[in-house]
């Protein structure tokens, strides 16, 4: 079945940028997925949609400092000039016709 | 402005029954998949459930397969998950998502696109 890995933590400096990476199971590795961020105390939020080509579409609202791209079955997501509100955590998420799937999340503390 | 607003999260007995619901706003409700996540404290996100805009299709997690049921009444904009047999483990919050477009029936992505602030479910034995 699907399986989104993702390392636990992550850091970088302030003012700084960083790529966190999710890497879909082989069998999956040309999946869709999405990116969400989740700050303490809020519901996630929405990212963008990332594809295997490195196409991501994001919604309104979202800071042009996200951006996403693909190698082979890995999805990464890079935020540059890291500000303290981006530490948060961050989950890829992908989906089958009945499932859908979450990665284990990676903790991102902004030095 | 997409918004999502769950309730009926609370303090119940292992073994006990509940139902959350969901009414959302901003948005054509009944054109779109709704989901169902949680998260238990200190645990990332879990998917529970997901309904696709008619109602008729439904999916769960191995989880919570036979003790919960999501259903929708597209009349009333609202989205619910009736939750029975509950376990200490069901403890989490309970959040009500939007899905990208309407996958159960073909259409669109199941991108997780837009979420509520949660309801706390807590399970005590």
Known sequence: QLVLTQPPSASASLGGSVKLTCTLSSDHSD??????????????RFLMR???????????????R??????GADRYLTISS????????????SWTADRRFFGGGTKLTVL | EVQLLESGG???????????????????FSSYSMTWVRQAPGKGLEWVSTIAANGVTTIYGDSVKGRF????????NTVF????SLRVDDTAIYYCVKEGGNALQ????????SWGQGSLVTVFS
Request: aromatic share 10%; proline share 6%.
């Open chain 1, 50 to 64: 990332l594809d295997g080509h490195g196409t991501h579409l994001k919604p309104d609202g979202i800071p042009d």
């Open chain 2, 81 to 84: 998950l009736e939750m029975s």
């Open chain 1, 82 to 93: 890291l500000q303290p509100e981006d530490e948060a955590d961050y989950y890829c998420q």
């Open chain 1, 66 to 71: 996200f951006s996403g791209s693909s190698s």
């Open chain 2, 69 to 76: 049921t999501i259903s929708r009444d597209n009349s009333m």
């Open chain 2, 106 to 113: 073909g259409s669109g992505y199941a991108t997780l696109a």
């Open chain 2, 10 to 28: 609370t303090l119940v007995q292992s073994g006990g029954s509940l139902r959350l619901s969901c009414t959302a706003s901003g948005f054509f």
């Open chain 1, 31 to 44: 999946y869709v997925i999405s990116w969400l961020q989740h700050l303490p105390d809020k519901g996630p």
